[in-house]
């Protein structure tokens, strides 16, 4: 059974920091790439981040660059997502996911994580 169980988040003071984590369990997870998505109320989902299955290589969404940093251990099967200069329009539902060679694709349950003072 396919499990992306992310912890992390809870209120956050702008300019502060925050890491998301994600447990994967079910799948190859070193096979898969891994992404983080968000999505705001009243917006569509939107794309953060993705790291490759060695890691070698990341990408972020124009909005994180230079502030949120992806990073995956595959020997615990865990993503994470270290968010720095946090801004209230980071305030989202942040979700992991994996996307295979197969295109199968699994996402976790969210995350919140509200920037505010």
């Known amino acids: 059974q396919v499990q992306l169980v992310e912890s992390g988040g809870g209120l956050v003071q702008p300019g502060g920091s925050e890491r998301l984590s994600c447990a994967a369990s079910g799948f190859t997870f070193s096979r898969y790439i891994m ?57 989202a539902v942040y979700y992991c996911n ?7 694709v699994y996402w976790g349950q969210g995350t919140q994580v509200t920037v505010s003072s």
């Open 98 to 104: 994996a996307l295979g060679r197969s295109d199968d």
């Open 35 to 91: 992404s983080w998505y968000r999505q705001a109320p009243g917006k569509e989902r939107e794309w953060v981040a993705s790291i490759t299955g060695s890691g070698s290589f990341t990408n972020y969404g124009d909005s994180v660059k230079g502030r949120f940093t992806i990073s995956r251990d595959n020997a615990k099967n865990t993503v994470y997502l270290q968010m720095n200069s946090l801004k209230p329009e980071d305030t």
